[in-house]
């Protein structure tokens, strides 16, 4: 059994993997840069240790740093959460190489899906639908795209074979747009990937992004656990996820898991894992990729599900078998989650940076809170923009809809502007309520455009102040029958005094 864990990630996805590990008795090694020296994620490891600058490339990206943490204060697992170093095949063999154990699936399986092509073709013989699209060549020459076009169709997409979750994607609705659209799809993904192959999909409208959640131990079981809904996104960042899905009924469940199950299986599948699928408005879906990681959003399976994915992944790379059959799982009542982002909604999602000054954090029935911040921290701009994830569960959609507005309000964040009034106005939409929306609603449907005369916003924090001032007043006269917070003061005292 593993018994001290190194957590190769910062932020409150780091807390989050502490929290299990505290949990399951292991102790938690954290890994930091120079700006996150008081980050939460440090201050609540058992230990702590420096890997270099702010850069995430001179920190969270340095395998070889942190595998020599990791053998110098004895830790005997990597748990690499999301993002950084996560779906870096090279990572997990060198974590293997170094005799730690890798707390994800197996390096094959990360390199497999990692390539899009590969991952079409592998998603295939295992009988899972794929949209149609280029077929097994992992190399095609621009003449056999164009041909290869001809029979798909448009509007198609552009996709880079090593790309995924919408880098380097292009969307071209005729032939004659095709050659300049292969040609900057290929030089953009050389850039970002080294690698230049791109494929063809014919592209799938007004489609919802729906994912099946699996978890696969090392004796060969493999369970799903149940969809995601995360078609409310902006520009492939995921703002708003909920399970289960309001278009998903029990018998979709049961066919899209089957399929995903299958095809875990068909590749070895171990550890926590998400196969990502486009629901058509026919109700028809298609696998687009599968992503070898714990998500950012697996917080709403957890809670409809009660299994804690961390704590399984965990058990999972101690050896251990699946505790849960595919029968124990039973989705029960509704969850949503609202990404907390440092950027601002009224302009253009510009990032912001700077101290919490004022944090009040939501709580009471059926809410959680992943959070990597805290009151005093500094937001810096090295990282991710994501603050927080506020996660409620309801009974029912429009209870969990109502319980996300209420625990949205009670969340105040000081300092810098955040997205938390753009999920108020999302929370308080009739299309997003009656659950009528695809991937376009955020950008095409919706608008957040209430601009705020600075001038206005002076008087509206005056007049704010005033009440505020007034209400307590009001409060001291009502309760206390005139008596100023001085004589209430010396009152306590002597109460105080008397008690002793
Ligand atoms: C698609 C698609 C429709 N048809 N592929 C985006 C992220 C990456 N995982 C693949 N993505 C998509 N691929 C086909 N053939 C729709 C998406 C998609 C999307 C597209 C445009 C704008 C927002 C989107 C959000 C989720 C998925």
Not at 74 to 86: N, S
Request: aromatic letters at 6%; proline letters at 4%.
């Amino acid at each position: 059994m593993l018994k001290k864990i190194l957590i190769a990630n910062r932020g409150e996805i780091a807390v989050r993997i502490i929290r299990a590990c505290q949990e399951l008795g292991l102790d938690a090694v954290a890994v930091y840069s120079e700006v996150d020296r008081m980050a939460p994620h440090v201050r609540m490891a058992n230990e702590a240790y420096a890997i270099g600058p702010a850069s995430a490339v001179e920190s969270y990206l340095r395998g070889d740093k942190i595998i020599e943490v990791a053998k110098k204060c004895g830790a005997d697992g990597i748990h690499p959460g999301y993002g950084f170093l996560a779906e870096n095949a090279e990572f997990a063999e060198a974590v293997i190489e170094a005799d730690l154990t890798w707390i994800g699936p197996p390096p094959e399986a990360i390199r497999l899906m990692g390539d899009k092509v590969s991952a079409r073709e592998t998603m295939s013989k295992a009988g899972v639908p794929l949209v149609p699209g280029t077929g097994k060549s992992s190399r095609m020459s621009n003449d056999e795209l164009l041909a290869a076009a001809q029979t798909i169709g448009f509007p198609l997409l552009v996709k880079a074979a090593a790309g995924g979750g919408g880098k380097g994607m292009r969307n071209v609705s005729k032939m004659e747009e095709l050659p300049e659209a292969i040609r900057t799809a290929r030089r953009e993904a050389q850039s970002a990937f080294g690698d230049d192959r791109v494929y063809l999909e014919k592209y799938i409208e007004n489609a919802r992004h729906i994912e099946i959640q699996i978890l696969g131990d090392e004796h060969g079981n493999v369970v799903h656990l149940g969809e995601r809904e995360c078609s409310i996104q902006r520009r492939h960042q995921k703002l708003i996820e909920e399970a289960p899905s309001p278009v998903v009924d029990e018998e979709l469940r049961q066919k899209m898991g089957e399929i995903a199950v299958t095809a875990a299986k068909s590749v070895n599948y171990c550890s926590a894992g998400t196969m990502e699928f486009v629901l058509d408005k026919d109700r028809n879906f298609y696998f687009l990729e599968m992503n070898t990681r714990l998500q950012v959003e697996h917080p709403v399976t957890e809670m409809v599900t009660g299994v804690d994915i961390v704590k399984e992944m965990l058990r999972i790379a101690s050896g251990r078998k699946l505790r849960y059959e595919q029968k124990d799982i039973q989705v029960k009542g509704w969850a949503i989650e609202c990404r907390i982002l440092a950027e601002d909604p009224r302009n253009n999602f510009m990032p912001s940076i700077g101290q919490i000054i004022g944090l009040t954090n939501p709580t009471g029935p059926g809410v959680r809170l992943d959070s990597g911040i805290y009151f005093g921290s500094e937001v810096t701009p090295y990282y991710d923009s994501m603050l927080a994830k506020l996660i409620v569960l309801a009974e029912s959609r429009g209870e969990a809809i109502l319980r996300m507005r209420r625990a949205l309000e009670e969340f105040r964040i000081t300092g810098l502007p955040t997205t938390i009034p753009l999920h108020i106005q999302l929370m308080n939409s009739t299309r997003f309520q009656a659950g009528q929306f695809d991937t376009n609603f955020l950008e095409h449907n919706f608008s957040f455009n209430q601009k705020l005369d600075p001038a206005l916003v002076r008087v509206a924090a005056v007049a704010a102040s005033l009440m505020a001032h007034q209400r307590n007043q009001q409060a001291i006269l009502l309760h206390q029958g005139g008596a100023s917070p001085w004589r209430l003061y010396g009152r306590r005292e002597a109460l105080d005094r008397r008690l002793r």
